[in-house]
């Protein structure tokens, strides 16, 4: 069975804290994708990674960061954690060779 | 006041009944289009898809149709239960665009009991 697991399912964290989120997945994936998701906007690509150690901006990487060391690890960095990224944060995953994606089951940040 | 954008379009129908999610794409040149379905505390999870050079594939109570010539895509669920409710995204994907999803906004569906 496929698995994407993400480090919280809920997150508090100050304005200005370094916040880190954390997805794996167990599926031998090359590719894995960062997304905020807000009500009416839909998904939002924040970065994704084609493979270790690669990473490409999406559409709103402003205040993101992202690191991937080994392939089951995608992380997610905040650097100074702002109010207006109080978001559900969602992990996915797929091969290189399919377009489909499989998510985690999300992390809701609230930045206060 | 309440800003564009920043509510869900909600779909509500009796339980039994049969629903029908729409969507509209934006680029012609998608290969393939899938529909998710996202339940309230989980990622979304795959429905089913449809190629661009099909016009209809069905699936488990679930029927998808493609129109290209107005980019619409729709979402038919048959005799609608309970468990159905959860929000419904469609997305595109195109090969030549850099082998990634582009979401649409996605509409909630309420089903009462």
């Keep these: ?112 | 006041g309440e800003s564009v954008g920043l509510h869900l379009p909600t779909l509500s129908v009796q339980e039994g009944d049969n629903s029908i999610i729409n969507c509209a794409y934006s680029n012609s040149a998608s290969d393939y289009f899938i529909w998710y379905k996202q339940e309230s505390g989980k990622g979304p999870q795959f429905i089913i898809d449809i190629r661009s050079n099909m016009d209809k594939r069905q699936g488990q109570r679930v029927t998808v149709l493609l129109n290209k010539t107005v980019k619409h895509l729709s979402l038919q669920i048959a005799a609608t239960q309970p468990g159905d409710s959860a929000v419904y995204f469609c997305a595109e994907w195109d090969l030549n665009a850099g082998n990634m999803l582009t979401f649409g906004g996605g509409t909630r569906l309420m089903v009462k009991p």
Excluded at chain 1, 48 to 59: A, I, L, N, P
Excluded at chain 1, 65 to 93: D, H, P
């Design chain 1, 1 to 112: 069975d496929v698995k994407v697991t993400q480090s919280s399912r809920y997150l508090v964290k100050r304005t200005g804290e370094k916040v880190f989120l954390e997805c794996v997945q167990d599926m031998d994936h090359e590719n894995m994708f960062w997304y905020r998701q807000d009500p009416g906007l839909g998904l939002r690509l924040i970065y994704f990674s084609y493979d270790v150690k690669m990473k490409e901006k999406g559409d709103i990487p402003e205040g993101y960061s992202v690191s991937r060391e080994k392939k089951e690890r995608f992380s997610l960095i905040l650097e100074s954690a702002s109010t207006n990224q109080t978001s559900m944060y969602l992990c996915a995953s797929k091969p290189w060779d399919s377009y489909e994606q499989y998510f985690g089951p999300g992390t809701r940040l609230t930045v206060t």
